[in-house]
């Protein structure tokens, strides 16, 4: 959809990749607050920002267990959202 990888869960995006960066869903509450940590931006491809979504910089996931916890961030949300 953006050029890049979409992982689905539920008919909803969660997780995706692109040629530079990472992007989670992780609802609006939640993206603010990731705002604050290092290598975390706001998706924008367009020029204006998709509520919710963050991109994170490949070297904030390098281990194993930061890519889990940024997949489950991306998890709990959808799990919030009626199927499709």
């Known amino acids: 959809m953006f050029g890049g990888l979409t992982f689905m869960v539920s008919g909803h995006m969660c ?7 990472v992007m989670f869903r992780v609802g609006e509450e939640a993206a603010n607050a990731a705002l604050e940590e290092l290598g975390v931006r706001p998706m924008d491809i367009t020029g204006r920002p998709l509520k919710g979504m963050v991109f994170v910089d490949p070297m904030a996931i ?23």
């Not at 997780?15 to 960066?21: E, F, I, L, Q």
């Not at 194993?64 to 009626?82: H, I, K, N």
């Open 62 to 84: 390098r281990d194993d267990e930061a890519l889990q916890s940024w997949v489950a961030r991306g998890l709990e949300f959808v799990q919030t959202l009626p199927p499709r």
């Open 15 to 21: 997780c995706g990749v692109s040629k530079t960066d």
